[in-house]
């Protein structure tokens, strides 16, 4: 069975940093679209961070210049960078991947992230 699972969250201070991981089993980083998202109570999901196969990162637009996603084929992870975290930054992040050669996409089950002073 698929399993990706999320480490790394907890609470920091704003300007903090933190790093998250993305341990995968069953299937291979290497070919797939690896990414992050983000939930915050009483809001929809929404894409922080992605990776493709190939190519440069994305970010959204919240998080730009302060986040960096990567990945690491060796050890099947992908990781999550965020410095200069902010109180708007609290939510639970999922790790995403999605497999590009079956089209078939699956989740963490999430780790929280609480920025306060």
């Known amino acids: 069975q698929v399993q990706l699972v999320e480490s790394g969250g907890g609470l920091v201070q704003p300007g903090g940093s933190l790093r998250l991981s993305c341990a995968v089993s069953r299937i291979s980083v290497s070919i797939c679209r690896m990414a992050w998202y983000r939930q915050a109570p009483g809001k929809q999901r929404e894409l922080v961070a992605l990776?493709?196969?190939?190519?440069?990162?994305n970010y959204a637009d919240p998080v730009k210049g302060r986040f960096t996603i990567s990945r690491d084929n060796a050890k099947n992870t992908v990781s999550l960078q965020m410095n200069s975290l902010k109180p708007e930054d609290t939510a639970v992040y999922y790790c995403?991947?999605?497999?590009?050669?079956?089209?078939?996409?699956?989740w963490g089950q999430g780790t929280q992230v609480t920025v306060s002073s």
């Open positions: 990776i493709p196969v190939s190519g440069n990162p």
């Open positions: 995403n991947a999605y497999h590009i050669v079956i089209s078939r996409e699956y």
